[in-house]
């Protein structure tokens, strides 16, 4: 049987360490794709050479040519532009639009059957759009934010208790921004939940409280430290998550910015919701029941998506 065929829009610093993790797995082989000459061919050839001494078995190539993600099985999207310290998510909202459109077109038009994980911010708003400019079915666009959220949710809480990181879940939902909402009840160490713990005296809800808001928080901490760009370890990490769970059809039950019909109260709207990712691509969306505070929280966060996506309908008329 072919390897399996991913297509990475966009080689800046995620897409590039989207390359190397994929060869790394030997997930399949890797088409970069950027606007900029020279960058996608450059890490391609950079990262075909590290795989004799990691022994790894994947194809990879560089181009600025749509033609060439032909046939692609994945397409993971971080094509446009990052944070720098002092700006929101959200004002990347204009220019991560245009590049939207560019690259739901050549997905339209080269590889209608792949799963796409978009990355680019402001996440929820780009994933709508990109969903919208390439017409593939909703259960094969989604994207990647509540993984990452909830590893950082998880590393901080592992690093409070002195646990390793494999015992300590995490579920967070909602957009991807400052309003996202980290459930605690059905955050657990080994199965016990948080709010038991505090109860046990591991730790006090005001060190949780606290590490939920490092949480909301995690995207603009690491902008500040690195002063040019944001993250891109753990957003690559988590996005390869994802792309594995449908390569595998492991059924991972992942949060993800997934279309909402019908679950959770929402009629076809994309936000982060804890999802199940197999080969059918999103093929569930997890519908829990909320307490009264998280569906406040969640509804709030909601408001904040479809103030974006509005922004969107009225930048470009065809998305109206
Ligand atoms: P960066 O290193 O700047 O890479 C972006 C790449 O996109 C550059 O190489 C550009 O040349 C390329 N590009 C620009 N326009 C186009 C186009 N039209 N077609 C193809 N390629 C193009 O950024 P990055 O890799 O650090 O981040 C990429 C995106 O991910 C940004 O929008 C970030 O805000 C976002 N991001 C999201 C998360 C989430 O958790 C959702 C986390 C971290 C970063």
Request: net charge negative; with cysteine.
């Amino acid at each position: 049987m072919a390897r399996p065929k991913i297509a990475l829009i966009g080689a800046g610093q995620i897409g590039g360490t989207l390359a190397h993790l994929a060869a790394l797995k030997e997930l399949g082989d890797v088409v970069l794709f950027d606007i900029a000459e020279g960058t996608p061919e450059g890490k391609a050839l950079d990262i075909a050479e590290s795989g004799p001494s990691e022994g790894f078995d994947a194809k990879l190539r560089g181009t600025q040519s749509y033609a060439d993600i032909a046939g692609a099985d994945v397409c993971i999207v971080t094509a446009g532009v990052p944070r720098k310290p002092g700006m929101s998510r959200d004002d990347l909202l204009g220019i991560n639009l245009k590049v939207m459109k560019a690259v739901g077109e050549g997905i339209r038009d080269n590889a209608p059957d792949a799963f796409v994980i978009c990355i680019t911010n402001p996440l929820d708003a780009m994933v709508w759009a990109l969903r919208e400019f390439s017409g593939l079915p909703h259960e094969k666009v989604c994207g990647m934010a509540g993984v990452l959220d909830s590893a950082r949710f998880r590393h901080f809480l592992s690093v409070e208790f002195d646990v390793s990181m494999k015992d300590v879940t995490a579920f967070v939902l909602g957009g991807h921004g400052d309003t996202m909402v980290p459930l605690t009840r059905y955050s657990t160490v080994a199965g016990i939940p948080l709010p038991d713990l505090v109860k046990m005296g591991w730790t006090t809800q005001e060190k949780l409280d606290a590490i939920v808001q490092r949480t909301r928080d995690g995207g603009a901490e690491i902008v500040g430290l690195l002063k040019t760009g944001s993250a891109f370890y753990a957003p690559a990490t988590s996005a390869i998550e994802m792309a594995e769970a449908f390569l595998k059809d492991q059924k991972r039950v992942l949060p993800c910015a997934a279309y909402v019909d019908g679950a959770l109260g929402l009629n076809g709207f994309y936000v982060g919701v804890p999802s199940v990712i197999g080969a059918g691509g999103v093929e569930r969306i997890v519908d829990i029941k909320m307490t009264k505070d998280e569906q406040a929280m969640f509804d709030k966060s909601v408001e904040a998506v479809k103030g974006l996506v509005e922004a969107c309908k009225g930048i470009d008329d065809s998305l109206a």
